[in-house]
């Protein structure tokens, strides 16, 4: 087994968690296509570099772990159909002027998966844990009170997101095979609509000869090359030390939107955002405090 090596634990989760929050520029510079022609593109892309590297990164014994367990077949199909609704949001929420709330999705993420927890694996919580999901949970509540509706771009996100991490602890599959699966289950329904979508963008030949075709087809390696970063940091890296590198890829998000794109962060927003950050504090700060004593 390979020893850990911290230094490379952190160059590997931080280059995994930059790429992540950089995503938007990439989807910008494909703005003209269509979010869900993109995510068809993904998933196609996707399933084409992801078993290439498959051939390339060795799992031995995944294929037939799959094989005599058509359970986790199963899982996987559901879970895929999760992601590609979270992608979906992501894409359709960047290039609709929504990246602010895609940010507040992804910080809100880690205190949904505390509560999906309790509610669904029974966990019991503790008096910290309960204050950082109250805490989020105001902040919620006030963007509802000030816009006079449910900050659904967010919630969609940190719950596809959270679910989907659940429903893969039930389906113990390494993260390359797991997602090569995933995404092949998918191909079928890309290249249906495709098919009864002639219409669309890259059913045009011309389409190929534009650097948007060029743009799709990186849909592939630029969703693959984060996981296998965040993989490999796995490895050397405590799991509660990427759990708070994580925040560095909404903070680009919120960074960019604001910075970049000109989103407005209205007084509003941002009481909601430091409810939010309050929670994640507190809830980092038990976090730290339970790892000193199990150590």
């Not at 068809?40 to 996707?46: D, T």
């Not at 949904?112 to 008096?127: S, T, Y």
């Not at 910075?259 to 976090?287: C, N, P, Q, R």
Request: net charge positive.
């Amino acid at each position: 087994m390979q020893a850990a090596n911290p230094r490379r634990g952190y160059i590997l989760g931080l280059s995994a968690y930059i790429i992540w929050g950089l995503f938007p520029l990439y989807f910008k510079a494909i703005a003209s296509v269509p979010a869900v022609e993109i995510i068809i593109h993904r998933v196609l892309w996707s399933a084409l570099f992801g078993a290439l590297l498959l051939m390339v990164w060795k799992h031995p014994g995944w294929w037939r772990e799959l094989r005599e367990n058509p359970r986790r077949l199963a899982i996987l199909a559901l879970s895929g159909t999760l992601i590609a609704a979270n992608w979906l949001t992501y894409v359709w929420s960047v290039n609709n002027g929504r990246m602010l709330e895609a940010s507040l999705g992804y910080y809100i993420n880690p205190l949904v998966n505390v509560l999906l927890g309790m509610l669904i694996l029974g966990e019991r919580l503790r008096r910290m844990q309960w204050l950082a999901v109250g805490l989020a949970a105001v902040g919620v509540a006030q963007q509802v009170w000030q816009v006079g509706s449910l900050p659904w771009v967010s919630l969609m996100l940190a719950l596809t997101f959270g679910f989907y991490g659940l429903i893969r602890k039930q389906a113990p599959v390494k993260a390359l095979p797991g997602l090569v699966v995933e995404t092949w289950m998918l191909v079928p329904i890309a290249l249906a609509w495709l098919l009864f979508n002639p219409s669309a963008s890259s059913a045009q030949a011309a389409f190929w000869t534009s650097s948007e075709a060029w743009w799709l087809v990186a849909a592939g390696p630029v969703t693959l090359v984060p996981l296998v970063c965040f993989n490999a940091a796995a490895r050397h890296l405590p799991y509660t030390t990427l759990g708070f590198l994580q925040y560095l890829a909404p903070t680009l998000v919120l960074l960019q939107a604001v910075l970049l794109f000109d989103e407005h962060l209205s007084s509003s927003t941002l009481v909601a955002f430091m409810f939010i950050w309050a929670g994640l504090a507190v809830y980092s700060v038990d976090a730290w405090i339970s790892l000193r004593k199990r150590s």
